[in-house]
């Protein structure tokens, strides 16, 4: 149906919603319901961490791969109201239109392989799983551990 982003930033398929026949207060109760979901997400990860200054900086947005995009573009076009010098995009597979549509929102899109046709992401990986809570907060605290160190040597 589309993507959201911390800031609000809502990026709808309307074609989907048109075939899906989604009324416009379904559609604002999805939104309502992912938006606390993004805000819990957003409180549980960082740990009282703030957001990462951004300004003037190379940000490289990666994810495991692209279908629609919505989610890369809802990120990227958040992102870029924050200043970067430079937004790459890198993902190791994705559908090649995708790519081209995200040269809009992104600097450079870095993909290797867009295979057509291009059915879903979890087709080129051997394991698929969800990445739990659990293991988001410990990646990031031990970044922000590492992170901290480098800033204080």
């Given amino acids: 149906m589309g993507a959201l982003a911390n800031d609000g930033t809502c990026v709808i398929d309307e074609k989907l919603i048109a075939s899906l026949h989604l009324n ?3 559609l604002q109760e999805v939104i309502g319901r992912e938006t606390e ?4 997400r957003e409180q549980t990860y960082r740990a009282g961490r703030p957001q990462a200054e ?3 900086k190379i940000v490289i947005l990666v994810d495991d791969g692209l279908a629609t995009g919505a989610t ?3 990120a ?3 992102l870029r109201r924050h200043n970067p010098a430079e937004i790459v995009v890198a993902v190791p597979v994705a559908a090649y239109q995708t790519c081209l549509t995200l040269r809009e929102v992104a600097d450079r899109v870095v993909c290797p392989y867009t295979p057509a046709p291009f059915v879903a992401v979890g087709l080129y990986y051997e394991n ?3 990445t739990s809570d659990d293991e988001v907060r410990h990646l990031l605290a031990a970044a922000a551990e590492r992170t901290g160190r480098r800033r204080s040597a």
């Fill in 72 to 74: 890369m573009r809802a």
């Fill in 128 to 130: 698929f799983d969800q």
């Fill in 54 to 56: 951004v300004a003037g």
């Fill in 76 to 78: 990227a076009t958040a």
């Fill in 24 to 26: 416009d207060e379904t």
């Fill in 37 to 40: 979901e993004i805000r819990r």
